[in-house]
């Protein structure tokens, strides 16, 4: 037998989801990989050096 609570959906109670601070270290991370993008290029003319 279908119940009065079946027919009326749970409605959803709003949790206080604590939204993820930003967390610097993410932000750090992010700059690591900025930074090993330029390391190739140093890489680069240093295998020049290297060759010649």
């Not at 279908?2 to 750090?28: A, L, V």
């Not at 700059?31 to 680069?44: F, K, L």
């Not at 295998?47 to 010649?52: G, P």
Request: proline share 19%; no cysteine.
């Amino acid at each position: 037998k279908i119940g009065p609570n079946s027919g009326t959906p749970k409605p959803e109670t709003p949790k206080p989801e604590t939204p993820k601070p930003e967390t610097p270290r993410d932000n750090n991370v992010r700059v690591e990989d900025v930074e090993t993008i330029p390391d190739a290029n140093s890489n680069a003319p240093v295998l020049d050096a290297s060759s010649s």
